[in-house]
């Protein structure tokens, strides 16, 4: 049958149709990979820092706060599908104009969460410490933020008007600062953990 759109060559020598995602097109080797070398931010860090590590972190914090096995594996997924459509910006992400990337991008969490057994809306405990992490991570990573900039306020409340309970600044970050990792430790450190909660030696 034949595929919708263009295929991008993963870095398993796999070709993935963005717009027409399957699971048997999905290998979790490539994801750990691209996370890895994926920066948070759209690299506005002070360092790079990947999405691969941010997706090992929350994983990480759920465990030390009692999640279950699942929990923790729905935290290290919960941006896989950023290893096929980037990571974009949020101010880009939760524009009007974005609507057709949210559209794909959808498609590709969907296919994901089918070939990992995923659910397909995130769990509470994961919105939380991904925004935990958020926070910890503006903490540690980012510099000063423009409070000089006339408006800025305003925007900042704009966002927590949008996100509401979930806004990380209502979220204190974790005791334990980020010292980011090479991509390769990252991609590692993500396949391990991977395995593990898969119960897979």
């Known amino acids: 049958m034949a595929r ?5 060559q993963t870095v398993g020598g796999r070709a993935f149709y963005p717009l027409d995602p399957r699971t ?3 290998d979790i080797r490539d994801i750990a990979h691209a ?3 994926l920066c948070r931010f759209g690299g506005h860090s002070q ?7 941010h997706s090992v972190r929350v994983s990480r914090a759920i465990r030390e706060d009692g999640g279950t096995v699942g929990e923790q594996f729905e935290g290290l997924m919960h941006d896989a599908a950023e290893a ?8 880009l992400k939760t524009a009007p ?7 794909i991008e959808k498609l590709v ?6 070939r990992f057994s995923l659910p397909t809306e995130q769990s509470p405990i994961v919105k939380r410490f991904d925004l935990v992490l958020l926070s910890t991570e503006k903490r540690d990573l980012m510099c ?13 409340s704009a966002a927590r008007e949008k996100l509401g309970a979930w806004h990380s600044d209502k979220f204190a970050p974790l005791a334990d600062r980020i010292s980011p990792w090479a991509p390769a430790v990252a991609k590692g450190k993500f396949l391990d953990l991977f395995f593990d909660l898969r119960g897979v030696k």
């Not at 360092?47 to 590590?53: K, P, R």
Request: glycine share 14%; hydrophobic share 40%; aromatic share 14%.
């Open 4 to 8: 919708l759109g263009n295929w991008m």
């Open 24 to 26: 048997e097109d999905i």
């Open 35 to 37: 996370l890895s070398m």
């Open 47 to 53: 360092m790079f820092y990947s999405v691969g590590e």
């Open 84 to 91: 096929y459509v980037g990571d974009m910006v949020w101010p």
């Open 97 to 103: 104009e974005a609507s057709g990337y949210k559209r």
């Open 109 to 114: 969490e969907y296919a994901i969460a089918e």
């Open 144 to 156: 000063a933020g423009p409070g000089h900039i006339p408006g800025a306020n305003r925007e900042a």
